[in-house]
């Protein structure tokens, strides 16, 4: 017995610890990849900048980037903040002689990119040099490069010089095979967010909005390509439009690029601008690493500053209750923006907006907040990708509005959608329902059945108060009439530059932009720049939906460019019942 018992406290030890070897291995990996010692400097080094991921507005908390730890992004992908201020940080970093914008394609939005590539001239205002490489230009990825002081492809790579286009999948075809039907409601000529739900091409607004605003994004391109490489627009849209940039020499010869040379070639250029002997290596730096340097920034004086002003990201599809770096979620976002409303160190506050929308109650409670905080100390919105609809909502009550030229926006109106699976029910399945009820609307909203006339009327009368809340807010925000903000709705999108002309944004710019005219609407020399809200450290993450992180980790994997489509499809099944403030579909221009 004595044995036995030995047998069974041995195995119970074992058991202990063979759980516990993995959340210490766990726990030691955070701790090593989560320090935040300086990375040191070589004197004549490179920053080197290669970005192959989805930029999101700030580099997650997540100590195994790098690693691909159970599918969470294995990418050493660096947000937005981070990029900007490393780059204004080697603009006075004597160690960094210049940056090499290395081969990347951009999966960013349009706006994302402008700022990039705004942070890129101001640091050639400091004397250094960029230098661009690629054996394949994108137009994204070109358009950032343009800003370079040389631009270089390899001899045999591809230049993509064609102009913009963008497309909407339809999803009535395949609907109407599975026997279901989408009823709308709605407020908007333009709101065509339902289209690709009811139709199988695009209406004769959306063409016509669609055209407008990739008219502007395009003719911001041109001009932006065409200032920097001293050629005139007119000269790029026909070299666009004919088809004349085919090769690399075509590009060299129409004065798109500065040289063709393979990669040894650049390294060797970049060594003798750098002083480097042409034996040894490059001292470059990465993008995630120099983050980490200990080089002096724009804060460092106004570190001990007891004035605050305080960055609020809002980035992603706006819904209720809890978000995360990728989402809103109107509780987390709202708790935010009331403590630092309430907080005394907190002078001033920069709203960063980036999202397409998504519920409108959702949307009008943040909106409340930020009402309130304009009540008793400066807010200011900075637009990003995109601040539409919804992510316009939450954007129009603040002082001022900053966009870049880039920037989506607008898109002012009301939907919902209410799927009937009647057919499919009874034609596909062969199921049935009956049932009672204690009132004429008790099953409002039963997905096995049309609406009724009546029915269809009282859902018609929610959107459009919903539209008549969202227009007033707008009016009282904008100092406009609520009339002029209804002739410029009906779900209408435009781009930053088109809403600067119809009173929709005070502003181009970015979001340093945004913050010095927070300072300087509260009078501030000196302040000390916090963010929230506050990420989530990656073992809080392991919590809190892992699974469906990995899960989504794996899909995109196997579906590559086409995961946008299996993420249009779930976003159709979260628009269903409830009403509606969001783009009209994920815009993509190519």
């Keep these: 017995m004595k044995q036995f018992f030995k047998f069974v406290l041995a195995t119970i030890v074992g058991i202990i610890i ?18 935040d010692k300086a990375v040191e400097v070589d004197a004549n080094s490179l920053l080197h900048i290669k970005i192959n991921y989805a930029i999101n507005e700030r580099t997650a908390n997540n100590p195994f ?46 706006a994302t990119t402008e700022e990039i590539r705004n942070a890129l001239i101001d640091f050639k205002r400091s004397g250094k040099f960029v230098v661009a ?31 913009f286009s963008s497309e909407i999948t339809f999803l009535k075809g395949a609907l109407d095979k599975l026997g279901i039907e989408a009823q709308i409601i709605k407020v908007g000529t333009y709101k065509s967010a339902v289209e690709p739900l009811i139709l199988t091409k695009m209406s004769d607004a959306n063409r016509l909005q669609v055209t407008s605003y990739l008219g502007s994004l395009y003719g911001h391109f ?10 005139n627009r007119d000269s790029l849209f026909a070299l666009a439009n004919n088809g004349t940039i085919q090769e690399p020499e075509d590009a060299l010869k129409y004065k798109l690029v500065d040289g063709l040379k393979y990669k040894d070639e650049i390294l060797a250029d970049l060594k003798q601008r750098t002083g480097i002997d042409e034996k040894k290596d490059l001292h470059n730096v990465e993008l995630a690493d120099y983050i980490k340097s200990d080089a002096k920034t724009d804060n460092n004086d106004a570190a ?40 005394d160190k907190v002078k001033a506050v920069v709203l960063r907006v980036n999202s397409p929308g998504g519920s409108s109650l959702a949307s009008d409670v943040i909106w409340r907040e930020v009402v309130l905080t304009k009540k008793v100390k400066p807010i200011i919105v900075s637009m990003g990708d995109v601040a539409a609809s919804g992510g316009y909502y939450i954007a129009c009550g603040a002082d001022s509005i900053i966009a870049e030229p880039n920037t989506i926006t607008g898109s002012i109106g009301i939907f919902a959608v209410l799927p ?125 939906g892992l699974s469906s992180k990995v899960k989504a980790h794996f899909v995109q994997s196997e579906l590559g460019d086409n995961y946008r489509y299996y993420e249009q499809i779930k976003g159709v099944t979260k628009m269903m019942r409830t009403p509606q403030a969001r783009m009209p579909y994920d815009i993509v221009i190519k």
């Design 18 to 35: 063979a759980s516990l070897i993995p959340i210490f291995f766990i726990a030691g990996i955070v701790s090593l990849a989560s320090s």
């Design 65 to 110: 980037a790098g690693l691909g730890f159970l599918g969470i992004d294995g990418e050493k992908a660096v947000g937005l903040n981070d990029i900007i201020a490393s780059i204004k940080k080697a603009k006075r970093d004597d160690n960094i002689k210049g940056i090499f914008l290395d081969e990347s394609y951009m999966m960013s939005g349009q």
């Design 133 to 163: 490489y690629a054996e394949i230009y994108t137009q994204g990825f070109y358009y950032l490069a343009s800003a370079a002081d040389k631009v270089y492809i390899n001899p045999k790579g591809i230049f993509e010089f064609r102009g």
């Design 222 to 231: 041109l001009t932006g390509i065409g200032k920097a490489r001293n050629v």
């Design 304 to 343: 001990s500053s007891k004035n605050r002003i305080a960055v609020v990201y809002a980035s992603g599809e706006i819904n209720g209750g809890d978000g995360d770096d990728n989402s809103i979620g109107s509780e987390t976002i709202s708790r935010a923006i009331r403590k630092v409303r309430l907080d």
């Design 420 to 544: 009937n699976l009647q057919k499919m029910f009874n034609d596909k399945l062969g199921v049935t329902f009956d049932g009672v009820k204690t009132g004429k609307f008790a099953d409002l909203g039963d997905v096995s059945r049309p609406l009724t006339p009546e029915e269809r009327a009282i859902l018609q009368k929610s959107v459009d108060h919903g539209y008549d809340s969202f227009t007033k807010a707008v009016a009282l925000g904008r100092g406009k009439t609520q009339a002029y903000i209804n002739s410029i709705g009906q779900g209408r999108v435009w781009t930053g530059e088109q809403a600067l002309k119809i009173g929709l944004v005070d502003r181009l710019g970015n979001i340093n932009d945004a913050v010095k005219s927070a300072a300087k609407k509260a009078n501030l020399k000196d302040y000390k720049l916090i963010t929230y809200p506050e990420q989530k450290s990656i073992l809080n993450k392991f919590g809190e």
